[in-house]
């Protein structure tokens, strides 16, 4: 089944029971709007069977437009233990220069990150680093200061990376992800009329 971190979503907390049993894909407006909003307060992403590729992505993120309300520039309170963005060490260094700020001195704020691929690339593997929060290039005022040059991570949220090419996850937290979810969810819809992505209880450990 997909969409497994919807389940652990309380859907009786806040008053979705009516919900339960319903196929998320053919969901209403209002009754979607209802759990986008609950998915958003919880910080649950929505992991739909589109498969993770460039042009998915791509197609996905063209939906809608993001808003630069710089949520995911700053420190998330339902995560306070996340060590804050993964960009690879590429990245960092692009940003430096863009900003003209000393790569080492920034590179000094940051801590050691993964070898991991690069998206979309299954066998080049790359060097991370993580960017703590707030982002130090965000301006409240002006918003991202490296925008041409940010890193993929940015270029493609609210979709994360999951490490599963066969499912895509969209973060719900902000307009444009909850905008991605119901176009996404609509073009599941059209593609595949009988799938089925029921809401259940919460899971229970």
Not at 32 to 50: E, F, K, T
Not at 121 to 129: D, Y
Not at 147 to 152: K, L, Q, S
Request: hydrophobic share 35%; charged share 25%; proline share 8%.
């Amino acid at each position: 089944m997909y969409g497994e971190e919807i389940d652990r979503l309380d859907l009786a907390r806040y008053g979705l029971s009516d919900l339960e049993g319903k196929n998320l894909v053919t969901l209403d407006r209002s009754d979607m709007d209802r759990l986008l909003a609950a998915l958003g307060d919880d910080d649950i992403s929505l992991n739909v069977p589109i498969p993770c590729t460039v042009d998915n992505v791509r197609e996905v993120l063209s939906y809608s437009e993001c808003r630069r309300c710089g949520r995911c520039c700053r420190p998330n309170p339902l995560n306070p233990e996340s060590p804050g963005i993964e960009v690879f060490e590429e990245e960092l260094k692009a940003m430096a220069d863009h900003v003209h700020a000393p790569y080492e001195a920034l590179r000094q704020k940051t801590t050691v990150g993964n070898t991991t691929p690069y998206a979309f690339q299954a066998v080049k593997l790359g060097f991370t680093r993580w960017l703590p929060l707030p982002c130090p290039f965000y301006n409240t005022d002006s918003g991202c200061q490296a925008y041409p040059v940010r890193p993929v991570v940015c270029r493609t949220y609210p979709i994360i990376f999951t490490g599963d090419d066969t499912c895509m996850s969209i973060r719900a937290t902000c307009d444009y992800g909850k905008d991605l979810v119901v176009a996404a969810c609509e073009r599941l819809r059209r593609n595949d009329p009988g799938l089925e992505i029921r809401l259940l209880p919460p899971l229970v450990d």
